[in-house]
């Protein structure tokens, strides 16, 4: 019978308790290899492009804006991005998906839930959010933006004027205006120009 191979994995920096936890998760899965953990945000990239891991298990707390699990994503479509965070909401976690995540969990999420996410995501499936009925507290981390700014932040991007948007969407064009300044205030840039050097060399 052929040996198997193991899932490569790559961990990026939490909060020591997490991290740790984490490393021995995984170092104890015969199935899984861990081939960096404790990786820097900002290494993030550079370490995934040149490691190829199969999943990277992704810090929220350290996210500057959504856009860059969704630049990730698009940079390293062969790894899969489980995405952790403080307790998300399903709405959050739909957000994080939205923008290119297989996966999102609480950092609270048990050990066997976390390793199955993990291998769910080596196969390219999917794990939804659940609901469960109690309320939560943001977690730490970027603003995230509605369903509707995420469709507009495209559209902005793409170089289409208020209008075009205004059309497209059947909504008038102050709705447009209002949702550019939201998404403007919650990715911490001021004009077209900065939001369109977010989406890297393409939107440049």
């Known amino acids: 019978m052929r040996a198997h ?9 939490f909060e020591d308790l997490v991290d ?12 899984l290899e861990l081939v960096a953990g404790d990786v820097e945000h900002d290494q993030l990239p550079g370490a995934i492009a040149t490691l190829s891991p199969q999943v990277a298990l992704l810090n ?21 991005l489980v995405v952790l965070a403080n307790r998300p909401s399903v709405a959050e976690c739909n957000q994080m ?21 993990i291998h769910l995501a080596s196969r390219g ?6 609901a469960n009925g109690e309320p939560q507290p943001p977690p730490a981390g970027p603003e ?8 507009v932040l495209d559209l ?20 447009v205006r209002t949702h ?13 120009r900065e939001l369109a050097r977010l989406g890297g060399p393409e939107g440049a």
Do not use: W
């Open 180 to 192: 550019a300044r939201n998404i403007y205030r919650k990715l911490g840039v001021s004009s077209r």
């Open 20 to 31: 740790r936890g984490l490393h021995v998760l995984i170092e104890e899965d015969e199935h």
């Open 125 to 130: 499936l999917h794990l939804l959010p659940r």
């Open 5 to 13: 191979t193991p899932v490569r994995v790559l961990v990026a920096r």
């Open 156 to 175: 902005l991007q793409q170089g289409r004027s208020n209008g075009e948007i205004a059309a497209q969407l059947h909504i008038g064009v102050e709705t």
């Open 60 to 80: 929220f707390g350290s996210l500057r804006t959504p856009l860059e699990v969704r630049d990730l994503a698009a940079a390293h479509p062969q790894t899969r």
């Open 144 to 151: 995230l933006m509605t369903a509707r700014e995420a469709v």
């Open 97 to 117: 998906l939205a923008f290119g995540a297989t996966a999102c969990l609480s950092k609270e999420t048990q050990a066997r839930d976390v390793l199955s996410a």
